[in-house]
């Protein structure tokens, strides 16, 4: 169960999306010092959806275990 959370994590987190477009928008327009504080944040809110992600996953395996 933890492979799949990594494999998961790994390719969501190198998958070009729109927080990626807008961190590299940003970067162009603004700087990298100026962009570092939005790339942290999305960083976060990447950890705090995987975390959220397994937790859910592991409430539903203990309701349905043969799911």
Not at 8 to 15: K, Q
Not at 28 to 42: D, E, I, K, P, Y
Not at 47 to 63: D, E, K, T, Y
């Amino acid at each position: 169960m933890l492979g799949s959370l990594l494999i998961f994590a790994m390719v969501a987190s190198f998958t070009p999306g729109p927080n990626n477009i807008m961190a590299l928008m940003l970067a162009n327009r603004f700087g990298l010092s100026r962009t570092v504080n939005f790339c942290l944040g999305v960083g976060t809110g990447f950890f705090i959806i995987v975390l959220v992600c397994c937790f859910f996953n592991v409430l539903l395996h203990n309701a349905l275990p043969k799911a």
